[in-house]
């Protein structure tokens, strides 16, 4: 099962759990508009096995050293939007920006009845829908507090969109 990664080649390495190559978008998917469709099974980053406050924990540990933003992905393997941001995430711009700039955490919520304390722990009192994406400072404050709840279509946002959320939450 996949988990969650955090440090450098943390993409690739929970890509490469998923089957899928780093690059290469599932057969069947389309890569500007995340497609529909079984391509996404592919794509089950979320680990309701996973230690989930201690992930973001490492995550944030790790970004007071390096400086680079948790990125945390709330969502579950069972939701087509949820595994339709993941498989964004594989497009290669994509993957180079949260490379370079982000902890990636994905954290199970099951269906919004688990790990909800992680949402909690930055002021997010209600799991609206999934995903549910948090950014965060290296320091642990949330950085985007009116827009966690605006990727609930994330298989129909585009890999422009996508990449523009991201690099707006890197510093030049």
Known sequence: MARNFLLTGSLVASLAVAGVAAGEAPAGQDAQ???????????????????AMADVDAALIAAQ?????????????????SR?????????DLAAIIEAHFLLVYVDIGRRDRNLEVAQRFGVDKIVG???????????????AASV?????????TLEETRAFLLSFVDE
Not at 33 to 44: D, K, M, V, Y
Not at 130 to 144: D, E, F, H, K, Y
Not at 149 to 155: K, L, M, Q, S, V
């Open 84 to 92: 339709g941001l993941a498989a964004k995430f594989s497009d290669p």
């Open 33 to 51: 508009s995340g497609g529909h469709g079984p391509a996404f099974a592919e794509f089950r980053p979320f680990d309701a096995g996973a230690d």
């Open 130 to 144: 999934t995903p549910t994406i948090m950014v965060l400072s290296p320091q642990g404050a949330l950085l985007n």
């Open 65 to 81: 050293a390096s400086g680079k933003r948790p990125l945390l992905v709330l969502g579950g393997n069972w939701c087509h939007d």
């Open 149 to 157: 709840h605006d990727w609930r279509n994330a298989a129909d946002r």
